[in-house]
């Protein structure tokens, strides 16, 4: 059985999206998984979700900083404006290869974001995440 019902990943990384697809499904975390190269495609899907199928909204998105169009930091001012029951029952985790745990960003989007890991997503970063985050 999964932990969970849906993930989405935003990565505009098509390579490290079947990655992250394949060990989140092999250690059957979440039961769906949804990938996303743009953000901005990303934030619409989520848009719609809350209008139409707030059921379907994902519980954990795992989000890459240094993307094209919109970056993660605007992804995440923007996902801070769906409905707060939705976002508060979504973990936002930052996955990236420049993240520095000590000091992420200079602003106040951290308070949407769970937790932030480096690349290369792993089975580890799934523990963690089980082990810390997981409501039971």
Same mark, same amino acid.
């Given at each position: ?32 998984? $949804? ?9 619409? $899907? ?7 199928? /707030? ?13 094209? +169009? ?9 996902? =801070?404006?769906? &409905?707060? +029951? ?14 520095? =745990?000590?000091? /992420?960003? /200079?602003? &106040?989007?951290?308070?949407?974001? $769970?937790?932030?890991?480096?690349? &290369?997503?792993? &089975? ?13």
């Amino acid at each position: 059985m999964s932990r969970y019902q849906k993930v989405f990943l935003i990565d505009d990384d098509e390579l490290h999206n079947f990655l992250c697809e394949s060990i989140i499904r092999s250690y059957k975390f979440s039961a769906s998984v $949804t990938s996303f190269l743009w953000a901005e495609e990303a934030l619409q $899907t989520l848009a719609s979700l809350s209008q139409e199928d /707030p059921a379907s909204f994902p519980e954990i998105i795992f989000l890459d900083i240094h993307i094209p +169009g919109m970056n993660g930091w605007e992804f995440i001012e923007e996902f =801070k404006k769906l &409905p707060g +029951g939705l976002i508060q029952n979504c973990q936002l985790f930052v996955l990236s290869s420049a993240i520095d =745990k000590q000091n /992420p960003s /200079p602003s &106040p989007q951290q308070s949407v974001v $769970t937790d932030y890991f480096s690349k &290369p997503f792993s &089975p580890d970063i799934l523990n963690i995440i089980s082990d810390m985050y997981l409501v039971r």
